[in-house]
């Protein structure tokens, strides 16, 4: 798996910011907190250089369904303690599958200054620092998913189709979503393709997964102009491999709208994985987004924080 751009650029802007000689903030209403309860699950993202990674918070999971978590100062602060405290370690998933652990080295205040800063804000996101034990992570930048214990992971993978039948799949899946909003095949051989597949036991085939995206960014420029993405998911229900998932631009680059898949994990227990997506716009942060399977197609079921600032000055 490739860390992307967008996710590496902020974890190395965070990490980057000054550190601020303040303590963990004090209460300044009384503690109020949604989406989170004492059998809440924590799903995290693990992003940033392998030697000293991340650990980012994006939901809280109980009884099957995905909660943003919103606190106040003194719910982060507690947050912090319970979930960030050094020495706390976390399963790594990739694939669905656990692959190596998380141990927290750093929490959002565990050394009295604040982890990192960003300008302007008076809070921001409560992010770890961790030392991975990952053979299988990557060399310098890495991507993965981290839960609470209590996540439980997949049994062993299904047959997977060879990369070369996956990128096939994945290329036809994706042409035909790209026809519908007319971009031609002239107009996708200038786009980047990656096509993989993930078993998500979503139907007893594993799910293919196709991508393009313009690696230029508008004929003017990041942002402007024209540009142009794709990203379609592709199931077999019973009669061949069909797209259950659309989504695609061609158009102005302005504002437009670009997602990928991370990973796929199994969030809500039901045996079929959820597939985290990440949604960018230029000049924008990402933000995650979750797909769950519903009967013949995904849908989106979450939409995380898409700003690491909680609060401005």
């Keep these: 798996m490739r860390i992307s751009a967008v996710m590496l650029g902020i974890v190395v802007a965070a990490a980057g910011c000054d550190k601020a000689p303040e303590t963990a903030p004090a209460p300044d209403t009384p503690s109020s907190v949604r989406g989170l309860s004492p059998a809440s699950e924590i799903l995290f993202q693990v992003a940033g250089e392998r030697d000293a990674p991340r650990l980012i918070p994006i939901a809280s999971i109980e009884n099957g369904t995905l909660a943003a978590i919103e606190l106040d100062s003194a719910g982060w602060a507690a947050f912090d303690a319970r979930y960030f405290a050094p020495g706390t370690s ?32 008076r809070l921001a996101l409560p992010v770890a620092t961790g030392s991975l034990e ?40 994706g042409t035909a979503v790209g026809g519908e909003v007319e971009l031609d095949a002239e107009s996708l051989s200038l786009l980047e393709f990656r096509g993989s597949a993930i078993d998500t036991r979503a139907t007893p085939r594993p799910s293919i997964i196709a991508a393009f995206i313009d690696p230029t960014g508008g004929d003017e420029g990041r942002g402007r102009g ?88």
């Design 90 to 121: 976390y399963p790594v998933l990739r694939g669905g599958r656990i692959t190596g652990q998380i141990t927290v080295t750093r929490g959002m205040w565990s050394e009295g200054g604040a982890n990192y800063t960003l300008p302007g804000c």
């Design 134 to 173: 990952d053979p299988g992570a990557g060399a310098f930048a890495v991507e993965l998913l981290a839960t609470t214990p209590g996540v439980v992971a997949l049994s062993d993978a299904a047959t997977v189709p060879p990369d070369d039948s996956v990128r096939a799949l994945a290329f036809a899946m």
């Design 226 to 313: 024209q540009t142009a993405t794709v990203l379609a998911i592709a199931d077999d229900t019973g009669g061949g491999y069909v797209p259950t998932y659309r989504f695609a631009h061609n158009g102005d680059a302005t504002g437009a709208e670009f997602r990928r898949v991370v990973d796929g994990l199994d969030l809500t227990g039901d045996g079929v994985a959820e597939l985290l997506l990440e949604s960018w716009r230029y000049g924008g942060q990402p933000t995650p987004v979750v797909l769950s399977w519903r009967q013949t197609a995904w849908r989106e079921v979450f939409r995380g924080r898409g700003d690491w600032c909680l609060r401005r000055e």
